[in-house]
C-alpha cells in the first residue's frame, strides 16, 4: 500500500503540458505520485466530472493509499469541491485549490456572453460560475487556497476585474468561507503552474496543513489573506 498520493485536477481549456513542471516539483518534495485527471472540460457537465473523477480514484487507488491529497488549478478546484460533497469516504488527505473561483466569475460570465466564443466556456462553468452561489467549506479536510495577482491575462479583454487578480479571476472570487489557509503569489493565472513558490507552499500545505508564514500561525481568523 503507498503511503501518500496526490490527484491533480485541471482547469477549463488545460493540457497535461500545462501542470507538468508543478506535478514534478509536488512529486519531488513529497516523494510520492502525482497523477493527472483528464476530463473533457468543455463538453462535461459538472456531474459527469464529478463521477469521471470517482472511477479514476477507485481505479488507481486499488488498494487506498494512506493518505490520498486533491490539488484542483482554477475550475478543477469546483470539480473537487462537488466531487467532496458527493463523495464522503474518500481517502484522508488534504486540499489545495489553485486560482478556483468560489462565486460566480466575471471572467466567465464575459466568456459566455461572448458569441462566437460563448460555446468554448464549457458546460462545467455554465453549470457552476455564471449565478451567484453561496458555497462554503464544510469538509473536515484542510483546505489551503492560493490566489494570484500578476494582473496580466485574456480576462481582462472579456470583463471588468475587481481588485487584485491574476489576469483571469479576482482573488475575490477565489475566497471560500470555511478554507484552512488563503495567501496571495505575484503570478498570473496559468502562471501560477509554473511558479517555483507556488509548488513549495502546495507541498508545504499537504504535508503540514499550512502554508509558510501563514497568518493562522500567529494571529487569527485564519482565512485572511496575506500578500506574499
Not at 457537465?45 to 491529497?69: Q, Y
Not at 486533491?70 to 488527505?93: C, F, K, M, N, Q
Amino acid at each position: 500500500m503507498a503511503r501518500e498520493a496526490i490527484v491533480y485536477v485541471h482547469g477549463l481549456w488545460s493540457s497535461s503540458a500545462d501542470s507538468i513542471l508543478l506535478r514534478r516539483r509536488l512529486a519531488s518534495a513529497l516523494g510520492c505520485a502525482v497523477w493527472m485527471f483528464r476530463y473533457p472540460s468543455i463538453s462535461s457537465s459538472m456531474h459527469e466530472a464529478v463521477e469521471r473523477l470517482r472511477r479514476f480514484i477507485g481505479e488507481r487507488c486499488e488498494p487506498p493509499p494512506e493518505k490520498l491529497h486533491l490539488v484542483g488549478h482554477s475550475l478543477g478546484g469546483l470539480v473537487i469541491y462537488r466531487y467532496l460533497e458527493r463523495h464522503a469516504d474518500h481517502p484522508p488527505g488534504r486540499i489545495v485549490f489553485i486560482a478556483t473561483p468560489a462565486v460566480a466569475c466575471r471572467a466567465a460570465v464575459g466568456l459566455a456572453h461572448l458569441p462566437l466564443l460563448g460555446p468554448f466556456a464549457g458546460q462545467c462553468v455554465r453549470d457552476e460560475l455564471l449565478v451567484e452561489r453561496e458555497r462554503r467549506w464544510n469538509h473536515t479536510r484542510e483546505l489551503g487556497i492560493i490566489a494570484g495577482t500578476r494582473p496580466l491575462g485574456f480576462g481582462h479583454l472579456i470583463a471588468r476585474l475587481e481588485g487584485e487578480n491574476d489576469g483571469t479571476i479576482s482573488v475575490s472570487e477565489t475566497r471560500l468561507p470555511g478554507a484552512t489557509d488563503f495567501i496571495t503569489l505575484p503570478a498570473t493565472h496559468m502562471g501560477l503552474l509554473l511558479s517555483g513558490r507556488v509548488a513549495r507552499e502546495t507541498a508545504l500545505f499537504l504535508r503540514a496543513g499550512h502554508f509558510s508564514l501563514s497568518p493562522r500561525l500567529s494571529t487569527p481568523p485564519v482565512s485572511s489573506a496575506r500578500r506574499s
